[in-house]
Structure formats: C-alpha cells, structure tokens
C-alpha cells in the first residue's frame, strides 16, 4: 500500500496548531522539549495525512493529548493508520497533564525505553 505523503494543506494545517497550541499541549510540550526524555520530539507533526500532537521517529512514538472535542471513531482510525506506519500511540487526557504531570513524563520515558531503536 503507499504511503499517502502529507500535503502542503497539511503542513500548513499543522503550522496554524502550533501557532495555537491548548493549554495542556504546551505544559506537555515544555516537559519534553529539547530532549529531556533522551529522544526528540516534533510538535504538531504531519504523518502522512494527519497531524500528531507529538511525534519521535527514533523511537516511532507518538502522544496524543486528548481534550473533550475529540472524534473517538477519528481517533481509531488515524491510531490504526499510524500503528501500520510503526508508530507506538500513547494518549493523555487534560486532566493527566493537569494533576500528574510527572507521572506522564515517567510512563513516555517508560515507553520509549521498551521500543526498537
């Protein structure tokens, strides 16, 4: 099957979220930018035709942060489409990044640590 490339529609479309990046995305982003978990990580990354909230390519991983508008039928099917592009998919909600932030950090590092390099 090809690999659907990601449009210039969505790069830009991913360029406009991180201009407006929700509160919970950028308490997580601030935890793990720069390197802090040992891998990097991309903001509002194009993954063929979607946008991820958070992407590394070495390890394939993705976190998503899942606030109340979120499309759950959507949500399968882009988490089924990246699984096939070897992405690992690790989801948050608001409250998580709210109340236990560090707690996060502790289990995407623990995930990172388990996957192929």
């Excluded at 930018?33 to 390890?59: E, S, T």
């Excluded at 707690?103 to 990172?112: D, F, G, L, T």
Aim: charged share 30%; glycine share 6%.
């Amino acid at each position: 099957m090809a690999r659907p490339a990601h449009t210039r529609d969505t790069a830009r479309f991913a360029a406009e979220l991180r201009a407006q990046m929700p509160w919970s995305e950028a308490r997580l982003w601030s935890a793990i930018n720069r390197g802090q978990l040992g891998v990097r990580f991309r903001r509002q990354m194009p993954v063929g035709p979607y946008v991820v909230d958070f992407g590394c390519l070495d390890p394939r991983l993705v976190i998503e942060v899942d606030g109340p508008s979120h499309d759950w039928v959507d949500e399968d099917r882009r988490t089924s489409y990246l699984a096939r592009e070897g992405f690992r998919v690790i989801r948050f909600n608001n409250e998580e990044i709210r109340d236990v932030l560090d707690a996060v950090c502790k289990e995407i590092q623990r995930v990172i640590e388990e996957l192929p390099r």
